[in-house]
């Protein structure tokens, strides 16, 4: 793909910056760069690059962090729409720095909200769980933030707004409606909710499930177990939507798309980062990349685990550069992003839990892990031991 026009210069990361971007078709669209709050520790996403597309029906991708609704009025001013012309409000996923603004943004348009089904089950509250959650009073999608609580006091207001609202239109879905411009993909891993757009069968937008530089952090299997209670039928049988295996499966998914339909890549993080562009020109290697990253971070754990490292604190010690320890937060997502890829190694039988709630694991002597990705990846279950 070739950059996009620059509307509005902003930082070296892209916060405040605008883009423009014409589909063949005519259609325009503007990329918003929201600032995010983890710009400047070494978690950093960048910006949150909101989308508004302007079409038969005037539509904003994804709201950018909670806190910034006059700073993403301002920038959408400066397309030449103002707020309350928008008509459609796509939620790609619901993490806060997604849907951070939406109901603020929502109640000052009479705008539809369109999101996967299983987005409307997250945000909702549900004390009546069963089972053991992190954060059981905290809505559905944040059960099991791995954020510490200094951090996650400041979603109550938004948690609470947003537990309000439904979702007018079901996409990423079997029942989603058919349009000639727009596409939607079931893509979950990252979170259940998670959906790809296509528009004019020549942008998708990915959300976080495929990022330029970096790969999302994946869910974690084990979240599958409490959140089925809660989640529509058509997923709540086997695990399709959390964990590792299934993040992997979706950058299958995407991957089988016609090349024609991926000419422009429009990511939610790092479109922009130090001062240029991070295009992603050929998305199927971008997806193989990152299942080859992962693999390799299996095989990278694994190796430390041999050298008589067991307790996940210590293994992402040995693993991580201390930077991304420190910071909100910083400890517990790299504890998590080791968990989340202990779980396939402990489901294919190359790591078996000595303490779970320890958090100590022992290897088993096999390697496993590449086998058994690839056989999910190409069918429909993982090999079990
Ligand atoms: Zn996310």
Redesign the pocket.
Known sequence: MTEPEIVKHGKENGDGMIIRYQTRKGTDIFGLGIPNVYSGTDWDLGPTWCYLILNECTTLIDTGRHGNAEFLETLVDLTGITIDEIERIIIT?G?E??DGNLADIFSRTSSQLWAHPIYEKMIAYNTAVSGVVKNPAFPVSCWHCPMPPEFNKNCLSYQKKRSQLQVDVFIGHREEPQMERWDFFHTPG??PDSISILLDKEVLFTG?HVLPDIT?HPSRSAYFENSRQVLPLDYAGQNRVYGLTNYLKSLQMIKSLPPEWLRVIFPAHRLFYKNKFNLIHDLRQRADDIIQFHIQRCRDILNIMNTGIYNVSEISVEYFEPSLLKGIGGKFLAENEILSHLEVMVECGDVKWEDFYDGIAKPTGFHRYEQAIRKYLSNDHIEVR
């Open positions: 996923h993490h720095d997604h990252h979170t976080d999302p």
